[in-house]
């Protein structure tokens, strides 16, 4: 098992930055699959971008690709999310998430552990 904290949220304006990390502890992070999701108020969690256990294969959803990139630490035990030139419809919740499956997965149902989620807000 392995728990999940997210931080780095905050208010920021258009075209800003921010960076999310997601800090993992228990079992072993190199064995997870991880992802980011995020969910706006009455709508549902979407998914951003996933990466590999090593590290060395990305993919993301057609919103954010070219914005946002997604990396992973796996000697600090830390997932990021780097986001720029961020736009007010960016405002959500953002999670991170860990899969026990053996292939990157854009898929909310194959994610087994979540963490509490961080406020992102984006003015306009």
């Known amino acids: 098992q392995v728990q999940l904290v997210e931080s780095g949220g905050g208010l920021v304006q258009a075209g800003d930055s921010l960076r999310l990390s997601c800090a993992a502890s228990g079992r072993t992070f190199s064995s997870y699959v991880m992802g980011w999701f995020r969910q706006a108020p009455g709508k549902e969690r979407d998914f951003l971008a996933t990466?590999?256990?090593?590290?060395?294969?990305?993919a993301y959803a057609d919103a954010v690709k070219g914005r946002f990139t997604i990396s992973r630490d796996n000697a600090k035990n830390t997932l990021y999310l780097q986001m720029n030139m961020l736009k007010p419809e960016d405002t959500a919740v953002y999670y991170c998430a860990a899969s026990t499956k053996d292939f990157t997965t854009s898929r909310y149902a194959n994610y087994n552990y979540w963490g509490q989620g961080t406020q992102v807000a984006v003015s306009s």
């Open positions: 990466i590999s256990r090593s590290g060395g294969y990305t």
